[in-house]
């Protein structure tokens, strides 16, 4: 079983609707960090969390450290969100561990 | 404790100058990325390498340069460093084969400031 799990593994949706993507992880850890890849390679970082939520435009994430998960939201989906978003958890200084990533693609 | 290596720790240059970070790792990891963090904030992947003679950009908006001419070691160049460079450099490497679903250790840091 790997330390961060993401649900699902891939997502299939309608433009408009409203996306959660889910990241389940086992450690301790001292931030969780949201990634998005573009098909062509291009990784951009999303957020970066330790503790409740942040906002960037149609995109939300939360934690809760009790319950060790975390959630990306996107609310208004487009295609232009089709990617793989990847969560990644930060355990000390020098570990950070990804999940498989999750595919997803919003249909027009 | 992971054997991953970056030098130097901390630098401060002028705008224009050429610098170059250096990261070595003696684990034998094919996989090596590049980092850059302000405190607080996002981690933003500007290069990855898969291998020997293998360069990938990650955030396609990094004007930094690397290479990848042995295995061990993966250098970071900027031609001409501005203010806006200033942050902390980090680089990782890990063993996996596959993209993701992966483990990455991290190199020290290099805090860069820009005057």
């Known amino acids: 079983k790997n330390e961060v799990e993401q649900s699902p593994q891939n997502l299939t949706a309608q433009e408009g609707e409203f996306i959660t993507i889910n990241c389940s992880y086992s450690?301790?850890?001292?931030?969780l960090h949201w990634l998005q890849q573009h098909p062509g390679g291009g990784i951009v970082s999303l957020f970066m969390l330790s503790s409740g939520k942040k906002k960037h435009g149609r995109l939300i994430a939360t934690i809760n450290i009790q319950e060790k998960h975390s959630s990306l939201h996107i609310t208004a989906s487009h295609p232009r969100d089709s990617a793989v978003y990847i969560c990644?958890?930060?355990?000390?200084?020098?570990?950070?561990?990804f999940g498989q990533g999750t595919r997803l693609t919003i249909n027009p | 404790e992971a054997d991953i290596y970056q030098t130097p720790r901390y630098l401060v240059i002028g705008t224009g100058k050429k610098i170059t970070l250096e990261c070595s790792q003696t684990m034998g990891h094919d996989k090596m990325y590049w980092y850059q963090q302000d405190p607080g904030m996002e981690l933003h992947l500007i290069h990855y390498?898969?291998?020997?003679?293998?360069?990938e950009k990650g955030d396609l908006s990094s004007e930094s340069t690397v290479s990848r001419i042995r295995t061990e070691h993966f250098p970071l160049t900027l031609e001409s460093a501005r203010p806006s460079h200033t942050s902390q450099y980090l680089c990782?490497?890990?063993?996996?084969?596959?993209?993701?679903?992966?483990?990455?250790?991290f190199g020290p840091g290099t805090r860069l400031t820009v005057l």
């Open positions: 990782a490497s890990s063993d996996k084969a596959t993209d993701w679903a992966d483990t990455q250790y």
């Open positions: 390498s898969y291998g020997v003679n293998s360069t």
């Open positions: 450690v301790g850890i001292s931030a």
């Open positions: 990644a958890v930060r355990e000390g200084a020098q570990k950070l561990v």
